[in-house]
Structures are given as structure tokens and as C-alpha cells.
């Protein structure tokens, strides 16, 4: 039975400033073209990116009415809360794909034009997760002092059940054949004179 673990410390940040409509435009266009450009992060969006570029372009058309004097203040502001509410929807759906992939936060951060705000970690992770190439992960644990082999495990439905992976003398191993983005949890334990130690804590990653 996979150990539960407590969620990371990622605080994903929006960057929207509400100064101006014309930089909550520009802010939730960078967020929607980067998550279209990214589906295998982001394979279903809260809310649908097709209603955010529908309130994207009532808000536009409201701005140029009132710019243009064709149009009211109140129109614009009631469109413009809607963009609003979406960024702060769509800030939320990142945050969560984020916590639950640790390894992979701050590239999924960066492709929906988010940022992470950087938090101290008190020690290094157990396990690292690397993309070598596609439908591959390269997983690398703390070395452990005195051990002689390292035992290795991967789940595909959230550490319910595990499936052992290769043995290796290594503190490193590289599954292939995953599917891309599919999330996949890992965790190792070493073998030392005196037996097998632990688990590790797992890690999550997103398979790109």
C-alpha cells in the first residue's frame, strides 16, 4: 500500500493586475495560448479556454465601445469581472495540476505564463523526476550510504496499487514506454548487508 504524503509547498502565481482592462486582456490571452499550447499539462481546463476566449472577446468589444464613447462603463466592468473570475479559475485548475506533479510544477507553471513563487525546501527531495525523451522518465534518488542495489516501483492510479520496476545498482533508473501525459508516481528503497530499507516518499510526474 502506497505511503500518503503531504502536498508540496508550490505556490503557482498568476502575475493579474487589475489596473487597467487592457492588462487583464493581455494577461488572460498569455494564460489561454500557453495552455492551448500546452494540452498534455493541461488536458481539461477549469473553466473551458473556448468560454474564456468568449469572455476575452466580449470584454475586448466592450472596451473599444466605451473607448469609441458607444458604449457604457458598467458594461465593460460586468464583462471585464468575468475575465477576472476565469483567471482566478483557471490560476486555481494550474495550482492544483502543479501541486500534484511536483517534479514538473515549474514547467507547468511556466506553460500556462504563471510563475512559481519560490519557496524554501528544508532538504533535498528524496527522488527527482527528469524527461529524457518522449514516453520516458528518468528517476534518481538519494544515494544511500553502505547500500548495494536500489528497488523501484511505479503507479499509474494515484499509488493505489504499484508495479516493481527493474533492480539496479544505481541510485537512477529510466522507465520507457509511458504515455505522454499520463501521471505516473515512482518511489525507491535501497537494499543494504542488513536487508531492504524503506520506501521512499513517491513522487509524481508528468509524463511529456
Known amino acids: 500500500m502506497a505511503t500518503k504524503t503531504a502536498l508540496p509547498s508550490i505556490i503557482v502565481v498568476l502575475g493579474l493586475k487589475l489596473e487597467s482592462t487592457t492588462a487583464v486582456i493581455d494577461r488572460t490571452t498569455a494564460v489561454v495560448s500557453g495552455m492551448e499550447a500546452n494540452p498534455a499539462f493541461f488536458p481539461a481546463p477549469t473553466p473551458p479556454l473556448a468560454q474564456v476566449k468568449g469572455h476575452l472577446a466580449d470584454l475586448s468589444a466592450a472596451q ?4 469609441s464613447r458607444t458604449g457604457l462603463r458598467e458594461t465593460r466592468d460586468e464583462k471585464q469581472a468575468l475575465v477576472v473570475a476565469d483567471d482566478r479559475a483557471l490560476h486555481a485548475y494550474v495550482q492544483q495540476v502543479a501541486r500534484a506533479n511536483p517534479a514538473q510544477a515549474e514547467h507547468i507553471a511556466a506553460a500556462a505564463a504563471m510563475s512559481l513563487k519560490k519557496v524554501p525546501t528544508p532538504q533535498k527531495k528524496p527522488l527527482a523526476v527528469k524527461s529524457t525523451v518522449s514516453g520516458s522518465a528518468k528517476v ?3 544515494a544511500t550510504k553502505g547500500a548495494h542495489a536500489n528497488e523501484w516501483q511505479m503507479s499509474t492510479d494515484g499509488g493505489k496499487t504499484w508495479s516493481d520496476l527493474p533492480t539496479t ?3 537512477s533508473t ?3 514506454n509511458l504515455q505522454v501525459a499520463q501521471v505516473v508516481y515512482f518511489r525507491q528503497r535501497p537494499v543494504l548487508k542488513t536487508g531492504v530499507g524503506d520506501w521512499s516518499q513517491a513522487i509524481a510526474a508528468v509524463v511529456t
Open 174 to 176: 529510466t522507465v520507457h
Open 64 to 67: 473599444a465601445a466605451l473607448k
Open 169 to 171: 545498482l544505481q541510485a
Open 140 to 142: 534518481v534518488a538519494k
